[in-house]
């Protein structure tokens, strides 16, 4: 049988025994085929292809519920849920999401993005089948990186002393986006080596079942007193001692031997956790080679495993970069970050001063306390993290570095729109930090302004945040000096000014070059410091006012000029531009932009019609 046969688990488990092997390969190459198009998360779907199939062997996810954490490895459930024919539009704008959404399907049962949700989801799911009398079984799939996480403690702690009847699928490839990190990860490797015992007792179990007459009760007592057995050859027992049947480490990319295992889990009736081990990448060798560069991966060529064109020059390396000047200038410098070492830009970083950098692992609250701990020790960490990522983080924000003024910088990545969606766009940082008491929120609109700001957030004794998007789109337009925090004039104006922060100020000044055409002269200002605002520079401008800010603009940008200018007496902004209601959009930045409004031909149709309207 083909995938394009397939519709659901009930197709999945008519598919001959001796037929699966290719099933998998024929996913597989789907994948890799379709990620090298659209770009994607490679190397973790790739390892969970066989994972996949066996689960919708041995459940019926058209009743029974799967949760996926993070849900960056669902693309062959997507394959296998009827949605093979509509998998050449994975990530792109209008097309399939890169990650579960129930919107999408029936057989998504929760939408995920941020990791460590899964479990806590599978609980409530679990509790409310048990209140409502159903019978479904919930199934929650976490990989080891997630399993980093605090919320995953807090929901097994909750769900092992329930007794609620469910199972967690523990998806253990030692790797996190890069190596995994922290004492659990210790732990389950030992666990993976103490396989002795795993093997030991299949070749007992083996053994004792086909001895005549006396071999099935044997076998039982066996059954009976394995686990305590278990405690001799395996040291440690957290998921037992958390209230988990614990069963593993199996080889997760062996769907036969998976199937049995998962059908075996099912019959129980208490919490389940069933520790797989997977090959991150497994079955194409530039993956299983490069899992942490192939995790996450523009476009690429399937023959090098290498990116199809050169990215923009990037601020995360610019920011990776000046972290390490300021690191080798002051040995107070540290780094911080919640396993995006690679993503933020922190790779050189981490080579250089190794004792100096910090991955606690996808923890991102535990990175802000742990960062407010530092400073309050007279160091002077710069957490680099996401946008999005960060909104975990907020009570620590609030409760451990604002309301003690601690000198913590957040050099806050991936601001604005993101090609993954709604779950991972960058949207709400300005209007949440903005609200902070002592945060300074700064938006950097090109590498030289980011380095400045870092060196100046050295010198300010309490939290600062830069925030910035994927690409530096002014280029060399912009000049490195020494950074304060005032609004500059890029261009001068008769009619209105345009107030552009952060990525959006590119597209001011582009949107300005065409309203020039219809004879409309915009000053464009670089409004890069959003809290404090200018004070200064917004009393002297007397131009109507339009911000622009790539973010909600509940709570934002555009909303704090609104209020200083009732405060002032002076006229409210003639337009707010930035974003509204629920961001469902995805892929393409320009087509994202164009959609909300924020691209410059939008931007000047915009103002263009305020003026008609006048
Ligand atoms: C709260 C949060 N922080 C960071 C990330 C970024 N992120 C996406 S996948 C990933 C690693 C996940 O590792 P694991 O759960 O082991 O899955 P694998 O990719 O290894 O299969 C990270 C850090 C995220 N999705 N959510």
Redesign the pocket.
């Known amino acids: 049988m083909h995938l394009d046969e397939i519709h659901g688990s009930a197709d999945v488990k008519r598919v001959p025994k001796e037929e699966l092997d290719s099933l998998a390969e024929e996913a597989r190459a789907r994948i890799i085929r379709t990620v090298a198009q659209n770009g994607g998360?490679l190397?973790?779907n790739l390892?969970?292809v066989e994972l996949t199939i066996a689960l919708h062997r041995a459940f019926d996810f058209s009743t029974d519920r799967l949760i996926w954490?993070?849900g960056?490895?669902c693309y062959t459930h997507k394959l296998l849920t009827g949605r093979q024919a509509a998998f050449d539009t994975l990530r792109r704008f209008g097309g399939l999401a890169g990650f579960p959404r129930r919107e999408e399907s029936a057989s998504d049962t929760f939408d995920t993005?941020?990791?460590?949700t899964a479990i806590s989801a599978a609980v409530g799911l679990a509790r409310a089948r048990d209140l409502k009398g159903e019978a479904y079984q919930v199934v929650a799939v976490?990989?080891?990186?997630?399993?980093t996480?605090g919320m995953c403690y807090e929901a097994l702690n909750d769900a092992g002393s329930s007794m609620l009847r469910m199972i967690v699928v523990l998806?253990?490839?030692g790797?996190?986006?890069s190596r995994?990190v922290g004492a659990v990860s210790g732990y389950l490797t030992r666990m993976r080596s103490g396989k002795g015992w795993f093997d030991a007792k299949r070749r007992v179990s083996g053994f004792l079942k086909r001895l005549p007459l006396v071999g099935q009760p044997l076998y039982r007592v066996f059954h009976r007193v394995k686990n305590s057995i278990r405690n001799i050859f395996v040291q440690d027992r957290l998921f037992d001692s958390l209230g988990f049947h614990y069963l593993g480490p199996v080889d997760g990319n062996d769907i036969r031997g998976l199937e049995s295992l998962f059908k075996r889990a099912k019959q129980l009736d208490e919490p389940v956790l069933i520790h797989v081990v997977?090959q991150?990448g497994h079955g194409y060798s530039q993956a299983e080679d490069h899992?942490t560069r192939l995790?996450?991966t523009p476009p690429f060529d399937v023959d090098t495993g290498r990116p199809l064109s050169q990215s923009a020059a990037s601020m995360s390396a610019a920011a990776g970069e000046m972290l390490c000047t300021l690191a080798r200038e002051d040995a107070r410098v540290v780094a911080v970050t919640?396993?995006?070492t690679a993503?933020t830009g922190l790779r050189g970083f981490a080579e250089a001063y190794p004792q100096r950098l910090f991955d606690v692992g996808?923890a991102?609250e535990h990175a802000v306390t742990m960062a407010a701990g530092l400073a309050a020790g007279g160091l002077r960490p710069f957490v680099a993290i996401?946008d999005?990522?960060l909104q975990?983080g907020y009570d620590q924000l609030l409760h451990d570095v604002c309301l003690q003024r601690l000198p913590v910088c957040f050099l806050i990545d991936r601001a604005g729109l993101s090609e993954d969606g709604q779950?991972?766009h960058g949207i709400y940082g300005m209007a949440y930090l903005s609200q902070l008491p002592g945060m300074t929120v700064l938006c950097a609109s090109s590498r030289a302004q980011l380095r400045a700001m870092m060196r100046y957030a050295l010198t300010t004794t309490g939290p600062v945040a830069i925030r910035y998007g994927k690409a530096d789109g002014r280029g060399s337009a912009a000049e490195e000096q020494a950074y304060a925090p005032r609004w500059q004039c890029l261009r001068a104006g008769k009619d209105a000014a345009l107030l552009a922060c952060g990525a959006m100020v590119c597209e001011a000044l582009a949107a300005a070059e065409l309203l020039q055409k219809q004879q409309i002269d915009c000053a464009v200002y670089d409004a890069s410091c959003v809290c404090p605002l200018d004070a200064e520079a917004l009393k002297q401008i007397r131009l109507p006012l339009i911000t622009v800010e790539e973010g909600v603009l509940a709570g934002g940008f555009g909303s704090a000029v609104c209020r200083f200018c009732a405060e002032q007496g002076l006229p409210a902004p003639a337009l707010m531009l930035g974003l509204t209601g629920l961001c469902a959009t995805q892929g393409e930045r320009a087509k994202q932009l164009s959609a909300h409004g924020l691209d410059a031909a939008s931007i000047a149709q915009k103002v263009l019609n305020w003026r008609k309207n006048r």
């Open positions: 998360h190397a973790s390892g969970t954490d993070v960056h490895q993005g941020h990791a460590s976490v990989g080891d990186g997630a399993l996480g998806n253990d490839n790797m996190s986006i995994n997977t991150k899992p995790h996450g919640a396993a995006m993503g996808i991102e996401y999005t990522f975990r779950t991972h």
